[in-house]
């Protein structure tokens, strides 16, 4: 796990994925732009050649949101109360699934 801390664009979060290495990126938002930052951090992914990362998220998202991220490809949305458990047992899985595939 890498944490980027507060405050990055979607830019730098793309940038550090892509020397990283990662399989997966988390986005917390609380701002209410996650219509438009999920989004965008996904172009940025897909620009450096990164569009497999599994990308999931959370944060206050209204349900009609979550589902819209969810159309453009976001994997998953936790809302608030989300336990870390869960959220670390879906990222294991889903992630597991994704190298029984490869």
């Not at 944060?59 to 453009?72: C, E, F, N, S, Y």
């Amino acid at each position: 796990m890498i944490y980027t801390g507060l405050h990055q664009t979607p830019e730098q979060i793309a940038e550090t994925a892509l020397q990283e290495d990662v399989d997966a990126v988390g986005l917390s938002l609380l701002s209410g732009a996650h219509l438009t930052l999920f989004p965008r951090v996904m172009q940025e992914l897909r620009d450096r050649g990164l569009g497999d990362a599994l990308v999931f998220g959370g944060g206050v998202i209204p349900d009609a949101d979550a589902r819209a991220l969810k159309a453009q490809g976001v994997a998953e949305v936790f809302g608030p109360g989300s336990s870390l458990k869960a959220i670390s047992s879906w990222l294991e899985a889903e992630l597991d699934q994704r190298e029984e595939e490869a």
